[in-house]
């Protein structure tokens, strides 16, 4: 909570402060809190990992300025850890020096049962350890195929460096919209994952009836799969919206270790070679 207390501080009397009603009784203060679900606001400091980050999404629409205060951080864009960053990050989204990125969501469904939507991605697995199931693949409701894995990964362009990458998907631009299709421990399957346009339907079913499975959502949402059902994945008309301070995608996957290129670029000229300074 020390990242709280301190942007309190920072924004201080020069903008409304709401506080979630999670955080205010995290922090032992009072004032103005509300349900994540019902805030109002213009914008949404977010502090944790990609976990918080994911769960703010699936609640809010509100462009979200997301901190890092977790492991991993791949979507976030300031290092809370960073003090200079921090405070700097806060200060130009007092003054609005930012700009807004949209990605593209992914909603979903269990038959006609509505799931929340996915900022990265929808995984279909068996619902016992060690157990493989037969799913089938379909697109546009037409199967195109079926393979014998521990799961099958429905993820966006957002969600290929997520659970995704461990099941060695690509690595994509999230400005390039499509719907990345990644199987969980093949059997018998060369390991390909299969980027299809955003437009398409996605379907995975379980193929064998009495063989259940689990749908999880952004790892946040599970919910139990029958055998012989199928969960049908399209592109929300709803997005995720970051707020972003002028670092690019490839600056912010800077020293996680997963590009193809491990060696940094150098010179005055590189992407990104630091932030633009504050207008």
């Given amino acids: 909570m020390t990242l709280a207390r301190r942007a309190i501080d920072l924004i201080g009397s020069r903008a409304e402060i709401v506080l979630t009603a999670e955080t205010r009784a995290a922090l032992g203060t009072v004032g103005p809190s509300v349900p994540l679900e019902e805030l109002d606001a213009d914008a949404l400091v977010v502090l944790g990992g990609d976990g918080t980050i994911l769960y703010t999404l699936q609640r809010s629409r509100i462009p979200i300025l997301p901190i890092n205060a977790g492991t991993v951080g791949f979507l976030a864009e300031i290092d809370g850890e960073n003090p200079k960053a921090f405070e700097g990050a806060v200060e130009r989204l007092l003054r609005g020096a930012y700009h807004v990125e949209d990605r593209m969501k992914l909603a979903s469904s269990i038959g006609r049962v509505p799931l929340p939507d996915a900022t990265n991605e929808v995984v279909v697995h068996t619902g016992q350890v060690a157990k493989m199931r037969l799913f089938e693949i379909l697109v ?5 195929g079926r393979l014998r894995a521990d799961g099958v990964i429905v993820a966006t362009s957002t ?3 997520s659970y995704a990458l461990s099941a060695l998907g690509p690595i994509v631009d ?3 919209e499509g719907i990345l299709v990644a199987a969980l421990a093949p059997f018998q399957s060369t390991q390909r994952a299969v980027l299809i346009d955003p437009l398409r339907i996605v379907g995975v079913r379980l193929v064998q009836e009495g063989k259940d499975g689990v749908v999880v959502v ?7 799969v029958a055998g012989g059902a199928t969960v049908t994945v399209y592109r929300s008309p709803r997005r995720s919206s970051f707020i972003r301070l002028g670092g690019s995608f490839f600056r912010r996957l800077q020293g996680k270790q997963i590009l193809p290129w491990n060696q940094p670029a150098q010179g005055p000229e590189a992407l990104d070679a630091d ?3 504050t207008p």
């Fill in 174 to 176: 999230p400005s390039i």
């Fill in 275 to 277: 932030l633009p300074p």
């Fill in 159 to 161: 969600g290929s460096t």
């Fill in 218 to 224: 952004d790892g946040q949402e599970e919910r139990p």
């Fill in 140 to 144: 546009d409701r037409r199967p195109v």
